[in-house]
């Protein structure tokens, strides 16, 4: 299984209503592409000073999986529509389980 982990951190006065848009747009994805086998994601809990914003943890079969997930048409949407006007930054890390 390939772990694909984000680490979203948002543009100062991000607001409530488009951060709820990246939750609503992550659930859409994982119904929409089929190479997702598992899709875990949220609002950090802000236990620690410095965090990210908001993290995901996905799920793939294969390197093949994962690379149609990031190229798929509705993904790039979301990155461009909704993620992108918000982010300041992100970091993402890929590996085998």
Known sequence: MIRHVVALTWNEGA???AVALVGEGFARLSREIPEIKSYSFGPD????????DYGLVAGFESEE?????????????????????????????????
């Not at 809990?45 to 990210?52: H, S, T, V």
């Not at 149609?68 to 930054?89: K, L, N």
């Open 65 to 97: 999986d994962f690379k149609t997930y990031v190229h798929h048409p509705s993904h790039q949407a979301f990155m461009r529509e909704v993620t992108g006007p918000i982010t300041a930054s992100f970091m993402s890390v890929q590996f085998v389980e």
């Open 15 to 17: 607001s409530d209503s």
């Open 45 to 52: 809990l802000a236990i620690f000073r410095g965090n990210a």
